[in-house]
């Protein structure tokens, strides 16, 4: 390397998202794309997604809590 | 693209889980869901009730049985959607399937997800690097 070579720069790792669903058991969560926070919820996609405030300006990241805590082997069931 | 395992916390045991956002498109917008990457399953399977939510149109859907680990059986529809992840869109058959309303995770699978990408886990720092196949 040369005496004026920079070192590389290592680009940071993406923040690790982390969300408490157990209180959503059963139901759609629509959270916000870019934080992950939880915005709404509800017994459907669309009825979680209409419970989102600023649904004309965001479309939200929509996930569906499994009722069990049993872990998944993989596989579609 | 490279994406982080997302911690999924269910009364206090949290699990990582290789988990990616897709949108998927149709006639009335897109929707954007979290699913999780599933290199053993063979088809892409996700919510049916995204059918009515993209206002799909269901004339030439294929009824299709799912099946897993165990054996536990279900029913779903095969139709062709658009997908997006980051700025990539692709249009790939996927199962569209009541099961998943129950116990079971979205899944990004072989046909309509591998094909297209190339997926490196990286389980001991929780990140998933995926490129485009080429």
């Known amino acids: 390397m040369s ?7 290592k680009s940071p790792l993406p923040i690790r998202p982390r969300i408490d669903v157990s ?22 996609l669309e009825e979680a997604r209409r419970n989102t405030p600023n649904l ?22 | 693209m490279t994406f982080p395992y997302l911690d999924l916390s269910r009364g206090g045991v949290i699990r990582a889980k290789p ?30 009730e995204l059918i009515e939510s ?3 149109p269901t004339k030439n859907a294929q009824a299709v049985e799912v099946i897993g680990v165990g054996g536990h059986a279900g029913r779903g ?3 062709d959607v658009e997908h997006q992840l980051g700025n990539h869109h ?16 979205m899944i990004m699978a072989q046909a309509g997800f591998f094909e297209f990408f190339t997926v490196t886990f990286k389980r001991r720092k929780l990140l998933m690097d995926i490129r485009r196949a080429r």
């Open chain 1, 23 to 44: 209180a959503f058991r059963g139901e759609w969560i629509a959270l916000d794309p870019e934080t992950y926070k939880i915005l709404g919820h509800g017994p459907s």
């Open chain 2, 90 to 105: 692709w249009n790939a058959p996927a199962i569209f399937s009541d099961v998943m309303d129950s116990q079971s995770p």
């Open chain 1, 56 to 77: 004309h300006v965001m479309e939200p990241l929509m996930h569906f809590v499994p009722r069990s805590d049993a872990f998944f082997i993989g596989g579609a069931p």
């Open chain 2, 77 to 79: 529809y095969l139709l």
């Open chain 2, 19 to 48: 988990i990616i956002p897709i949108r998927f498109h149709g006639p009335q917008g897109f929707r954007q869901i979290v699913a999780l990457v599933d290199s053993g399953a063979e088809h892409s399977v996700v919510s049916i």
């Open chain 1, 3 to 9: 005496r004026n070579a920079r070192p590389k720069k």
């Open chain 2, 54 to 56: 993209l206002g799909l």
